[in-house]
């Protein structure tokens, strides 16, 4: 955690799991004040790495809602000590507790209702939760992701077993279609690591959920990355389209690309085109999100960015965006940005602060961070999302 984000408790909070529950431990700090302490977090770990923050970070934009902002939850099944059966989320602090939650405000309402209909067929079916500690039972997690405009509504059980071993599928199918999911899936994942998703199996539906971003339809099927709050993805597209505009960039490289997000608003301005991800399914989607938008200068490549980094490769552009995980850039990444004489900017999305600064420390040696800019990702929790703007010195 970035100095300075450490929860200050108040009397507000808005939901009854709160202190309990791990998911939004600064609900009970009014909301402009949560967007100052993170201002002053990205400030402050800026200014002890060297740079000028008050020259280069911009204001934080805030979420548009506060709360039902996010576009998935991932409920994990456990059975309590008094053996019930729960399906909720984990308690703070804890990884071997979870509670049994009633509503999660974070969500629209449907994802309670699915939870509930996933809960008594798991009861119902006799259904064992998994057990991570004996590597025993069946149903792992349950995700709900959709669409801002609620059209869309994919469910996937993840579960030790395939969709025709288990009891009672086709009522649950059924009561899902009800409350209007879309897309049902079953995970498969027999392995022992504890993880929300498998192997996917299309059990019912479309198959994916659709998001609409400044004029980019976009279909993300059950394994793909998207960003988790609509309107800041929103608000970071437009972030990284002027940083392409200002830079005039005509080739663009898009490291750790998903399903396209970036790249194919890229590809409205940009002369090509080039996206690198890691997961399968996610170049699968973003080759078919460009024909669905009728995006003919886009390429995909499946890939771990660090195997596309070639001095070679990397000389064909101008512009590098980068969005990877939480652990930041790959240390050859990182290197081949540093090393290459052609790319005149890079824009770094990071979902992780400190690591975003790390990497911003060893960019500064070839390029000068122009700004940063914070989005408030995550409202009623410390986390949120910067995307840095770096010119060649």
């Known amino acids: 955690m970035i100095s300075g984000m450490e929860n200050k408790p108040s009397c507000m909070h808005f939901c009854e799991h709160f202190n309990r529950c791990g998911g939004c431990s600064f609900q009970d700090v009014p909301y402009e004040a949560q967007l100052s302490r993170k201002q002053e977090a990205i400030e402050a770990a800026l200014e002890a790495t060297g740079f000028d923050a008050r020259r280069t970070v911009k204001r934080i934009i805030p979420s548009q809602n506060t709360t039902g902002y996010r576009n998935r939850m991932d409920f994990v099944s456990f059975s309590s000590t008094d053996r019930k059966t729960g399906l909720g989320l984990r308690e703070r602090g804890s990884w071997k507790k979870c509670i049994d939650i009633k509503r999660c405000h974070l969500m629209a309402g449907w994802q309670d209702e699915a939870r509930t209909v996933i809960k008594e067929w798991q009861i119902k079916s006799n259904i064992p939760s998994w057990d991570p500690y004996s590597h025993t039972g ?61 192997e996917p199996q299309l059990f019912d539906g479309e198959g994916f959920v659709t998001e609409t971003i400044e004029g980019v339809s976009y279909r993300v099927g059950p394994l793909c990355f998207f960003q988790p709050n609509p309107s800041i993805g929103r608000e970071m597209v437009r972030t990284v389209k002027e940083a392409l505009a200002s830079s005039d960039s005509k080739d663009v490289l898009d490291l750790y690309c998903g399903v396209g997000l970036f790249s194919l608003a890229a590809a409205k301005t940009a002369k090509n085109v080039t996206g690198v991800e890691i997961i399968g399914e996610s170049i699968i989607f973003a080759k078919a999100n460009a024909d669905l938008n009728k995006i003919s200068n886009a390429t995909f490549i499946t890939n771990p960015a660090e195997k596309n980094i070639s001095r070679d490769f990397i000389s064909r552009f101008d512009t590098v965006i980068v969005d990877p995980p939480r652990s930041g850039l790959h240390a050859d990444v990182l290197a081949a940005l540093c090393n290459s004489a052609n790319i005149k900017t890079v824009i770094y999305s990071s979902c992780n602060p400190l690591k975003f600064v790390n990497d911003a420390a060893a960019l500064s040696l070839n390029f000068e961070l122009e700004y940063a800019q914070p989005l408030d990702m995550f409202p009623h929790t410390p986390h949120f999302e910067v995307i840095g703007v770096f010119k060649k010195r």
């Open 138 to 198: 069946i149903l792992r997690y349950a995700v709900c992701r959709d669409s801002s405009d609620g059209k869309s509504k994919m469910v996937s059980i993840v579960c030790a077993k395939g969709k025709e071993e288990l009891e009672g599928i086709d009522g649950l199918n059924s009561k899902l279609r009800s409350i209007g999911v879309t897309s049902f899936f079953v995970q498969k994942n027999e392995g022992w690591s504890d993880v929300s998703n498998g």
